[in-house]
């Protein structure tokens, strides 16, 4: 059972200008699975340890960026009380989809940071899922990075405050960490959770609408990230920042950048949350820090390079 009406983050699509390239760098380098083609122009992809049919689409398009991010709900009952909850109090632009495949019926929300949030419970199981008679720990050898999962995604934009409102009063998702304004009024920055996870998404302030600046996946300790840093090496990935500690979230962590120029990150540790934790807060002053754990400065361009 879950601890809140949301599992966790479960379908994003990504524009990519550079359809194969691109592919190559999500299937080969970082190490996801094609589960199949939507269309000439979209290809579905899955990590090996989740059960969904698919949890990422690259869509070619003529610039970089985030097309959506979709959440799996528990049931019908907390995808329909969120749909009727958002009509009714915050009277947020409302649509739905049908022709996801693998997908049941999907809700988009337009939230005020000018971002597509999909909401919906059904999605079929993956023809690739994770062994569940006497399952042995996997079943295809991992290859890539080996992530296990889609884990968040950051996303920035304006009216930050109504956004996370909204992430808190309509989807039942509760706030970790955050980051106060210079003048310590307001988030700069919100972490949220709608399970056990630091993060399922967080929300950053910024005056262009409907910007992502990662899409993080999940590896399983500091040794992983190590051999990502070696795949990176390898294969002269562009890198951004890392290997490294966040001092928020306590994750470990390397960002780097796709062909297309959309930011990845791969995430391991972290601290592990629960509803009745108090929420940990981070003064302007110490940003670097909680970024930048060792360094304890800000990266001048992790914050100006967004898609």
Not at 42 to 54: G, I, T
Not at 76 to 90: A, L, R, S
Not at 220 to 248: C, F, L, Q, S, V
Request: charged share 20%; net charge negative; proline share 5%.
């Amino acid at each position: 059972m879950a601890l809140t009406g949301i599992l966790r983050t479960g379908l994003v699509q990504l524009r990519v200008t550079d359809l194969e390239e691109t592919l190559q760098h999500y299937r080969d380098r970082i190490g996801l699975y094609v589960v199949g083609n939507i269309d000439e122009n979209r290809v579905m992809l899955k990590a090996y340890d989740e059960f969904d049919h698919h949890s990422l689409v690259l869509r070619k398009a003529d610039k970089p960026g985030l097309d959506f991010m979709c959440f799996k709900a528990l049931d019908e009952k907390t995808v329909n009380d969120i749909v009727h909850k958002t009509k009714d109090e915050f009277g947020f632009p409302i649509t739905f989809e049908d022709n996801h495949p693998g997908f049941g019926r999907i809700w988009f929300i337009t939230v005020p940071t000018g971002h597509q949030i999909g909401i919906y419970n059904q999605v079929e199981l993956s023809e690739n899922h994770p062994m569940i008679d006497n399952p042995h720990i996997w079943k295809d050898c991992p290859h890539g990075m080996g992530p296990a999962c889609v884990d968040h995604a950051l996303l920035c934009g304006p009216n930050q405050a109504e956004t996370v409102r909204w992430f808190t009063e309509c989807m039942g998702m509760s706030i970790t960490e955050y980051v106060l304004n210079p003048d310590g009024q307001g988030h700069l920055c919100t972490w949220l959770s709608g399970n056990t996870r630091g993060h399922d998404v967080a929300v950053l302030s910024f005056n262009k609408p409907g910007m992502i600046h990662h899409l993080s996946f999940q590896l399983k300790n500091w040794d992983e990230i190590g051999r990502a840093a070696d795949i990176i090496g390898r294969y002269g990935i562009k890198i951004d920042a890392g290997p490294m500690r966040h001092g928020i979230t306590r994750g470990q962590t390397i960002y780097f950048f796709d062909p297309s120029g959309n930011r990845n990150e791969t995430y391991a540790g972290g601290y592990e949350y629960f509803p009745d934790h108090p929420t940990r807060k981070w003064t302007a002053d110490h940003v670097g820090e909680g970024i930048f754990y060792y360094e304890k400065e800000l990266n001048g361009r992790f914050l100006s390079i967004l898609t």
